[in-house]
T-cell receptor, first 111, second 112 residues
Framework: RKEVEQDPGPFNVPEGATVAFNCTYS??????FFWYRQDCRKEPKLLMSVYSSGNEDGRFTAQLNRASQYISLLIRDSKLSDSATYLCVVTFGAAGNKLTFGGGTRVLVKP | ETGVTQTPRHLVMGMTNKKSLKCEQH?????MYWYKQSAKKPLELMFV???????ENNSVPSRFSPECPNSSHLFLHLHTLQPEDSALYLCASSQDGTGGYTFGSGTRLTVV
């Protein structure tokens, strides 16, 4: 089983619609959770951290379910510029400094 | 310069060549990382340095040799690589491994 697993997509989303996708992780000792965004041929960039209580940043909402070991990302009112690959990232280790990436979920927002 | 800068952006090398990738972070972070991103595969952690000390070597072949002379600079020395080593090599930094990580733009390496 992969340590961090994501549906690769692509998720084809009409502009203005809502899209949501999950990421599952296998290590119950995982400590921190993030969503990164990666545009084609560019480096990953931090989109948002994921907190136990769930958190929202504008049109983006992230949630963590420790019991079922998954995190989710919801994008409301999708914009064309939201088209990207969304990487789920989980950390664990003594210093919480070992990042493990999922394979990414590709989102394509279309007019 | 701000953030994490990597040079060169692109590199083509033969299997018998020796080259080095350079990474510099201007964020005052104390941890630096090398990641490899191959086509259609998740990012793979290669090396972790905390306060200049290597704390993680993720079973990376010895043809990849990291060097961290100080907490702001990280190198990846390459020698006798294989074509399957062609990938995007990303450097990242963080403060104590907490919070988000900042990535450099990467070096796109092609081994011929």
């Amino acid at each position: 089983r992969k340590e961090v697993e994501q549906d690769p997509g692509p998720f084809n989303v009409p502009e203005g619609a809502t899209v949501a996708f999950n990421c599952t992780y296998s290590n119950s000792a995982s400590q921190s959770f993030f969503w990164y965004r990666q545009d084609c041929r560019k480096e990953p960039k931090l989109l948002m951290s994921v907190y136990s209580s769930g958190n929202e940043d504008g049109r983006f909402t992230a949630q963590l379910n420790r019991a079922s070991q998954y995190i989710s990302l919801l994008i409301r009112d999708s914009k064309l510029s939201d088209s990207a690959t969304y990487l789920c990232v989980v950390t664990f280790g003594a210093a919480g400094n070992k990042l493990t990436f999922g394979g990414g979920t590709r989102v394509l927002v279309k007019p | 310069e701000t953030g994490v800068t990597q040079t060169p952006r692109h590199l083509v090398m033969g299997m018998t060549n020796k080259k080095s990738l350079k990474c510099e972070q201007h964020l005052g972070h104390n941890a630096m990382y090398w990641y490899k991103q191959s086509a259609k595969k998740p990012l793979e952690l290669m090396f972790v340095y905390n306060f200049k000390e290597q704390t993680e070597n993720n079973s990376v072949p010895s043809r990849f040799s990291p060097e961290c002379p100080n907490s702001s600079h990280l190198f990846l020395h390459l020698h006798t690589l294989q074509p399957e080593d062609s990938a995007l090599y990303l450097c990242a930094s963080s403060q104590d491994g907490t919070g988000g990580y900042t990535f450099g733009s990467g070096t796109r390496l092609t081994v011929v």
